[in-house]
């Protein structure tokens, strides 16, 4: 099996070191090849997405993504985030998984990921406006709302829908297709919720939700404040899923510029994003499984500054790889 490893930025590369020790140890016939991604890859070949990087992403069985950006690039015409937007667009994974689990809490933010304002028409008008423009087609919320439903029906069966259906027309096509939708999955209960107030929920009583059904922009935010209130973006894992293979496996959170090259990153959220790679990207969920499960281990016997601990980046892969021995 190949897997592309993007390590980006900022912690990007410290968190993929990580992951690539710890997947070296388990039993899998597995190929890791790096390739520049990222303000990496602008300051290499003035572009984000070199085609090497991406060609190399496409012939790969899964893409594991460390992080990118740059304060340096802020502002600049060419940015390292265009190459994870256009990344994720070629490679249409359309379908963002971002569990977060906690005590009382096991949810999963279901983003819509190759849509809305980041995809959508943008200009700047002669009057100096500048405009980004949230659009939606059908059939691009139809699939995502698939995803969802389908995904619930191997939970606890709970969708939450959230929208902005008293302001905007794509949440309206948004409420109606997953209402018209909702019955080919009878197990499955929906209800439909306004961002702002799910903002709001997730904060105070974040152990309602199982499903949580939305949009691009929507998502990005909401996947911060769950993440927030399950132990931190230090913990938080994702995987952006097509039709096929292969998908990008990558933390949810970013570069983290403040505690980059300290060797503290917490790397547990992209060691659950190199178990939900081997889950639901190469199908090795056994395996998977077993990395979840040293990572949970090695955050109570190593936890890293962001928990209150005192373990670095090396000493919380030791813990981990200790975890996984027999
Ligand atoms: P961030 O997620 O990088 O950091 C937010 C806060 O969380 C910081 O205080 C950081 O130190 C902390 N944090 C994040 N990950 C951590 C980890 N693994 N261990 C310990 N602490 C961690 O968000 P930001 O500061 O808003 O953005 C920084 C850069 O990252 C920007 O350029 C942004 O565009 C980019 N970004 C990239 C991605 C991505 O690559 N998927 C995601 C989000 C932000
Ligand atoms: C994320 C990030 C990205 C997003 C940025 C870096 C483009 O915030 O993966 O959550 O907004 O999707
Ligand atoms: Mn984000």
New binding site residues.
């Given amino acids: 099996m190949r897997v592309a490893l993007l390590p980006?930025d900022?912690?990007?590369p410290e968190?993929a070191a990580a992951a690539s020790q710890v997947l070296r140890e388990l039993p899998l016939d597995l190929e890791l090849e790096e390739h520049p991604f990222?303000g990496a890859a602008i300051r290499v070949t003035g572009d984000p997405l070199p085609p090497e990087t991406l060609a190399a992403a496409r012939a790969a069985d899964a893409v594991l993504?460390g992080?990118?950006?740059?304060?340096e690039f802020?502002g600049a015409p060419v940015r390292?985030?265009q190459g994870?937007i256009r990344l994720r667009g070629e490679l249409d994974v359309y379908a963002n998984l971002r569990p977060a689990r906690a005590d009382h809490v096991d949810l999963l933010v279901v983003r819509e990921l190759v849509g809305g304002l980041y995809y959508g028409a943008r200009g700047v008008r002669d009057d100096g406006t500048v405009f980004d423009t949230m659009e939606y087609r059908p059939d691009q919320i139809e699939r995502i709302a698939r995803r969802g439903l389908e995904l619930a029906t191997t939970r606890r069966g709970h969708v939450t829908s959230v929208d902005k259906a008293n302001v905007l027309d794509t949440s309206r096509l948004w409420r109606a297709t997953v209402e018209r939708l909702a019955p080919d999955y009878p197990g499955v209960t929906v209800e439909h919720m306004l961002v702002d107030n799910c903002g709001l929920q997730l904060v105070i009583a974040p152990e309602r939700f199982d499903v949580i059904l939305t949009e691009n922009t929507f998502g990005d935010i909401l996947s911060d404040v769950a993440a927030g209130r399950t132990g931190?973006?230090?913990l938080a894992g994702s995987a952006s899923l097509g039709d096929g293979r292969p998908g990008i496996f990558?933390?949810?959170?970013?570069?983290?510029?403040?505690?980059a090259g300290r060797g503290?990153?917490?790397?547990a959220?992209?060691l659950r994003s190199a178990a939900l790679m081997l889950a639901h990207g190469l199908g090795e969920p056994d395996l998977g499984a077993r990395l979840e499960t040293a990572v949970d281990g090695a955050l109570a016997t190593a936890p890293?500054?962001?928990l209150g601990g005192r373990a670095t980046t090396t000493e919380f892969v030791e813990a981990v790889l200790r975890e996984l021995r027999p």
């Fill in positions: 980006g900022g912690i990007g968190v990222g993504l992080a990118v950006g740059a304060p802020d390292p985030e994870l931190g973006l230090g990558e933390p949810v959170h970013g570069s983290a510029p403040d505690i503290i990153a917490n790397p959220a992209m890293t500054p962001d």
